[in-house]
């Protein structure tokens, strides 16, 4: 039996609920510039915000995706927990 779909699957449904929960900026900056490969400068056209705001914008929303996916994965090893917010939006997709 495969053990490795069940927990891929588990932290794909993780990542989702946790992305679910970041406050809508911090999401809609997140998925264009991990999700969509949007430049910096491509985000703050499309939000309407200088090149400046949407750098200091996705930087929270990581930090932000990175420490509320830190919360729920505690028990897990700490190269796990430190993933990058890239790597954790691929898994939930």
């Given at each position: 039996?495969?053990?490795?779909?069940?927990?891929?699957?588990?932290?794909?449904?993780?990542?989702?609920?946790?992305?679910?929960?970041?406050?809508?900026?911090?999401?809609?900056?997140?998925?264009?510039?991990?999700?969509?490969?949007?430049?910096?400068a491509d985000v703050s056209?499309?939000?309407?915000?200088?090149?400046?705001?949407?750098?200091?914008?996705?930087?929270?929303?990581?930090?932000?995706?990175?420490?509320?996916?830190?919360?729920?994965?505690?028990?897990?090893?700490?190269?796990?927990?430190?993933?990058?917010?890239?790597?954790?939006?691929?898994?939930?997709?």
């Amino acid at each position: 039996m495969d053990t490795a779909k069940p927990e891929c699957d588990s932290r794909s449904a993780r990542a989702r609920r946790r992305f679910a929960r970041l406050p809508h900026r911090w999401r809609r900056v997140l998925w264009c510039m991990e999700a969509a490969r949007l430049t910096t400068a491509d985000v703050s056209r499309k939000l309407g915000i200088s090149r400046n705001s949407a750098a200091a914008l996705a930087y929270r929303a990581r930090k932000g995706l990175r420490e509320s996916y830190s919360q729920v994965c505690a028990g897990e090893p700490s190269r796990r927990r430190l993933a990058a917010p890239g790597v954790l939006l691929a898994e939930a997709v």
